[in-house]
C-alpha cells in the first residue's frame, strides 16, 4: 500500500486538521493500513505492525493504540 500511493503531506502533519469530505477519505484510507498491521502480527512481525498501525491511527484515530 505504501509503496503504491502518493500520500502528499498526511503523515507529515499530526494531528491532522482536515475538512469533513477529505476526512472521510483519510478514514478510508486507513484501512488497508489497518489490515497490513493485522497481517503482520498474525506472522509476528510487531514492528512492522505497530507502523502500519500508527498510521492507520492517524488517517482515523478510531483505528490503532
Request: hydrophobic fraction near 45%; charged fraction near 20%; glycine fraction near 4%.
Amino acid at each position: 500500500v505504501d509503496s503504491v500511493f502518493r500520500y502528499g503531506k498526511l503523515f507529515a502533519v499530526d494531528p491532522l486538521h482536515l475538512e469533513p469530505a477529505a476526512e472521510q477519505i483519510a478514514k478510508t484510507m486507513a484501512v488497508p493500513f489497518a489490515e497490513l498491521a493485522n497481517a503482520a502480527r498474525i506472522r509476528g512481525d510487531s514492528a512492522r505492525a505497530s507502523s502500519y498501525l500508527q498510521r492507520a491511527h492517524h488517517l482515523n484515530p478510531r483505528l490503532g493504540p
